[in-house]
């Protein structure tokens, strides 16, 4: 016969067991949303826009939270939302910031700004010669929140060029991360600075 008081113990501890299982798979599941929706979030490259730089089925993780403290940087490559269709991300490289007037002729992007009244043209070395075209003999100037945006693959890229200049409240985040393939895994992939 059991012993009725060690039989109540053993239920007591596997009660208060599975209790604290469902604390912290509740736990796990609340913090893992959390990084997901405000902090971090997975993305996988679809198409050839931003080729050589990221290519169909790059696997990103673009991080959400910084672009809160601090604004977006010419040469970032960041993931957002189509201003005209906001359920579609695309992923480009920031060009032009506010303020400033961006002027593309030919290959060349120019930039004016209060820093460079006369502009400077962009040295751009991680573009592939065989990849340059597309719409050219644009004029922009930026508003107090607007950024212009290229595809790395000019010739086939839709970006600023085509559907006008992109809302800082549209910019999901910063590409952070690039897990695949392996052989590019990096931190801040495709980042330049000009």
Excluded: C
């Excluded at 469902?22 to 609340?30: C, E, F, N, S």
């Excluded at 993305?43 to 089925?57: A, C, D, K, Q, R």
């Excluded at 910084?66 to 579609?88: A, C, K, N």
């Excluded at 506010?98 to 009244?117: C, S, Y």
């Amino acid at each position: 016969m059991e012993d009725p008081v060690m039989e109540s113990a053993s239920s007591d501890t596997r009660s208060s067991s599975q209790r604290s299982l469902v604390a912290y798979t509740i736990l796990a599941i609340g913090l893992a949303l959390v990084i997901r929706f405000f902090v971090a979030a997975p993305y996988i490259v679809s198409g050839s826009s931003m080729e050589p730089t990221f290519f169909n089925l790059h696997y990103l993780i673009v991080d959400r939270l910084s672009y809160d403290f601090e604004s977006p940087q010419r040469g970032d490559v960041i993931v957002f939302d189509l201003p005209q269709d906001t359920s579609r991300a695309l992923i480009k490289r920031v060009i032009g910031l506010p303020g400033e007037t961006v002027v593309i002729t030919g290959n060349a992007v120019t930039v004016i700004n209060a820093a460079n009244p006369q502009g400077f043209t962009l040295s751009e070395p991680y573009l592939d010669p065989a990849d340059l075209g597309g719409a050219t003999n644009i004029r922009v100037t930026l508003g107090s929140d607007e950024f212009f945006v290229l595809g790395d693959n000019r010739k086939v890229s839709a970006d600023s060029r085509l559907w006008g200049t992109l809302p800082r409240s549209d910019i999901v985040g910063r590409v952070f991360l690039r897990l695949f393939p392996f052989t590019k895994l990096g931190v801040l992939p495709g980042e330049a600075r000009y």
